[in-house]
């Protein structure tokens, strides 16, 4: 079992920053990789980005990628999304999730998840 729990969401302007965390506990040492997906209302739940828990391998969606960045700190059993230059269409609810196997893109491969944080941005 791995528990895990976010942070760091919040209402902030337009080009404005967030520091998303996740703090995991449980059974960390057989995680592949931690990802953070979010959903928007009316939406399905996205990948946003993905770290491999041992390695320094990282993985964005292209939309993200230059203005958002992932990382970890596996002493801690912490995982950040520092998100930059904000955009209304980045408000959505953020997910952190844990996968012990498989493609890093797909939710369904995903075995943990947060109970996620709120991010908005106004324009």
């Known amino acids: 079992q791995v528990q895990l729990v976010e942070s760091g969401g919040g209402f902030v302007q337009a080009g404005g920053s967030l520091r998303l965390s996740c703090a995991a506990s449980g059974t960390i040492s057989s995680i592949a990789f931690m990802g953070w997906f979010r959903q928007a209302p009316g939406k399905e739940r996205e990948f946003v980005a993905a770290?491999?828990?041992?390695?320094?391998?990282?993985y964005y969606k292209d939309s993200v990628k230059g203005r958002f960045t992932i990382s970890r700190d596996n002493a801690k059993n912490t995982v950040w999304l520092q998100m930059n230059s904000l955009k209304p269409e980045d408000t959505a609810v953020y997910y952190c999730?844990?996968?012990?196997?498989?493609?890093?893109?797909?939710?369904?491969?995903?075995?943990?998840w947060g109970q996620g944080t709120q991010v908005t941005v106004s324009s």
């Open positions: 770290v491999k828990w041992s390695g320094l391998n990282t």
């Open positions: 999730a844990a996968s012990y196997s498989g493609y890093y893109g797909d939710f369904d491969n995903y075995n943990y």
